[in-house]
């Protein structure tokens, strides 16, 4: 759940920090009050696409916070884990747009890239009539949601641990197999080297010898 939002030099916007209680949170007012800038301040902080006219006239850099309170779903706990981030009780986003140069990305003060916060952003909220927000057109989220709506979830995780680790195993022993072919073709090679030398029927000391006899010569 949303719980709290901070703007700093987002349009028309120099500062706000706005609080939000549990339950439903309606804003209303009329065409030109401002609901879209909160709207796109908050698609921001979800990783949304940052454009010139978003910084505030005079302002040196763009920066959007907005903190989560959990629980979360398993597949956001699953991506914060994949990114070695440690959820808690609270999530927290944090996108850093300056005048020039590229914008940075936050979780829990942690520096992401962008793709990681957009994917986080998508598992945390819907703005419905923004498409790049809405969870049920993006192919990628309907395993979840179906396996949310037959509460196979977590024996999905589980599954996807055992696969991740037999695929692990058949790495591994792929690469035993390539170690004991090429020490296969090692010996052989060595082997050939052996007996090539033995051919020449060597002695002891030849080498003195035959450097006594050059200067001779």
Known sequence: ????????????????DLLLPEGLVVFTGETGAGKSIIIGALALALGG?????????????????????????P??????????LASGEDLVLRR?????????????GGSVTLSTLEAIGRGLVDIHGQHQHQSLLH???????????????DRRLALGE???????????????????????????????????IESFGLQAGEDEELTAQREVL
Request: hydrophobic letters at 40%; zero cysteines; proline letters at 4%.
């Open 75 to 84: 597949p956001v706990e699953k991506l914060l884990e994949s990114a070695g």
């Open 96 to 108: 850093v747009v300056p005048s020039k140069g590229k914008s940075r990305a936050y979780v829990n």
């Open 162 to 196: 055992i696969f991740h680790r037999w695929t692990e195993l058949r790495q591994e022993r792929a690469r035993i197999a390539a170690r004991e072919e090429e020490k296969i073709h090692r010996m052989d090679f060595l082997s050939f080297q052996k007996g090539e």
């Open 1 to 16: 759940m949303l719980r709290e939002l901070r703007v700093r030099n987002y349009a028309v916007i120099e500062e706000l």
């Open 139 to 153: 192919p990628e989220t309907h395993l979840d949601l179906l396996d949310g709506f037959g509460g196979l979830t």
């Open 49 to 73: 696409r940052a454009q010139a006219e978003h910084l505030r006239e005079g302002a040196e850099e763009i920066v959007v916070e907005a903190r989560f309170s959990g629980p979360f779903d």
